[in-house]
Structure formats: C-alpha cells, structure tokens
C-alpha cells in the first residue's frame, strides 16, 4: 500500500513570496512515479509535473521547481515569486509502475495555498 | 470535446434516492477514471475502464456503486440508495496513456446527500 503526505494544510503568502509545498512518501514498490497536480477553484485537477523513481535530478519550470530526495521519501514542491493566480489547492500523488496500477493514484490530503496580492 | 465533461455540476438527493452521474471523456482516450474526493481531502480512486471493458473497481466503496462504459466513450456512474457519507465530489478523468499516469480530470460532480 501506499501513503502520501502533505503535513501543510494551508499555507497563506504574500505575493512575490517564496512558498515550499512538503511531501512525504511511503512505498514499497521500487519503482514509481510521483506527481504534482493543481486545483483551482474551478475543480479540475490539473497536471504539474511527473517524476520516476530512478531519477533524482531536480526540476525547473519557470517560476516552479521539484526537489525529490529518495533518501527521506520527499517531493517539495517551491514556488518562487508566488502570484495571486497561483492560489490554488495542490496535490502531491504516487503511482506504482506496471502492474495493474495505470491510472491509479495515491493522493496527499492537499495543500490550500492562498497568495494575497 | 476539448476536456473531460462532467454532468451535473451538483447534485442534492435525499438519502435513499438513487443518482447518475455522466461522464464525457476526452474524444479518443480509451482509459477512463472514476475518483471520489470528500471535503478537504484528496480524490481517492474508485474505478478504471479501458474502452468499454471495466479492469478495476476495486475502489468502488459498497455495492451500491455501479459505473458502467457500454460504448467505450461516456460512462455513468450510478449510487443507489445514496446515504450520507455519499456526499463529495465525483471526478472524472480521461487519459492516453494511463501507464504514465498524467490524467485529464473533469471539474467533477458535487453530490450532497441530505
């Protein structure tokens, strides 16, 4: 079975702060994926990043970055120069590769982060 | 269509009454989701289908949950004799590659059960 964690229920920042979203893991598998996914207010989830297990090398994208560290099971997730429009909840998620777990994610409870202009 | 259509947006039923929830995948996607999510938690899985044929349920919380893909597009998922603890959201999700696991959700089904 598998676990993930968002110890941070709600996090509130002004705009152009830095915000770190923690997640932690738990997982027998070797080999999985993780991923970040954002819901806005609207309610779709929508897709961040995917990362596999076998690659630790850390991630960029504009304004957002990845630090995945398989030594402590954590995939944080930082948002640097937050926006208003950046106020969203987000999930951390992890999904076994192979199997019969296609499609089949295991989701933290959620980070509500608000940025107030 | 463009994204994952979900109908209807919000749902009240009274406890006992049975509701439909529909789902209209992405057009082309073979697999497609079903997640419940309660208030402030996260979506948590129920059941998968690829094409019309159903591989997992095994999220499905009782028996009185039914989905159902007869023509491998739009799926249905059905509550009967809805209780209380039934009241969350439904959230439909479509994929290409479920291997991968990027999904396409919809906005998703409000239900409220009083």
């Known amino acids: 079975a598998q676990k993930v964690t968002q110890a941070q229920t709600e996090i509130s920042v002004v705009e152009k702060e830095d915000v770190t979203l923690d997640c932690v893991y738990e997982?027998?598998?070797?080999?999985?994926?993780l991923f970040w996914y954002k819901q806005p207010p609207s309610g779709e989830l929508v897709f961040l990043i995917r990362?596999?297990?076998?690659?630790?090398q850390n991630e960029i994208s504009g304004r957002y970055s990845w630090n995945f560290q398989k030594s402590t099971s954590s995939f944080n997730f930082t948002i640097t120069a937050s926006q208003v429009v950046d106020s969203a909840v987000y999930f951390c998620?992890?999904?076994?590769?192979?199997?019969?777990?296609?499609?089949?994610?295991?989701f933290g409870q959620g980070t509500i982060l608000t940025v107030h202009p | 269509g463009a994204g994952v259509s979900q109908s209807p947006r919000y749902k009240v039923a009274k406890r006992g009454q049975d509701v439909a929830l529909r789902c209209d995948p992405i057009?082309?996607?073979?697999?497609l989701f079903w997640y419940q999510q309660a208030l402030g938690q996260g979506p948590e899985f129920l059941t998968y289908?690829?094409?019309?044929?159903?591989?997992?349920k095994s999220g499905l919380p009782s028996d009185r949950f039914f989905a159902e893909r007869p023509e491998g597009s739009v799926s249905t998922l059905k509550i009967q004799r809805t209780q209380q603890e039934d009241s969350a959201v439904y959230l439909c999700?479509?994929?290409?590659?479920?291997?991968?696991?990027?999904?396409?959700f919809g906005a998703g089904s409000r239900l409220t059960v009083l």
């Open positions: 999700a479509s994929s290409s590659d479920p291997a991968l696991g990027v999904l396409t």
């Open positions: 997982t027998r598998d070797t080999t999985y994926y």
């Open positions: 990362r596999n297990s076998f690659d630790e």
């Open positions: 998620a992890l999904m076994p590769v192979g199997g019969t777990s296609y499609g089949k994610l295991t």
């Open positions: 057009s082309g996607h073979v697999s």
């Open positions: 289908f690829q094409n019309e044929a159903q591989l997992d």
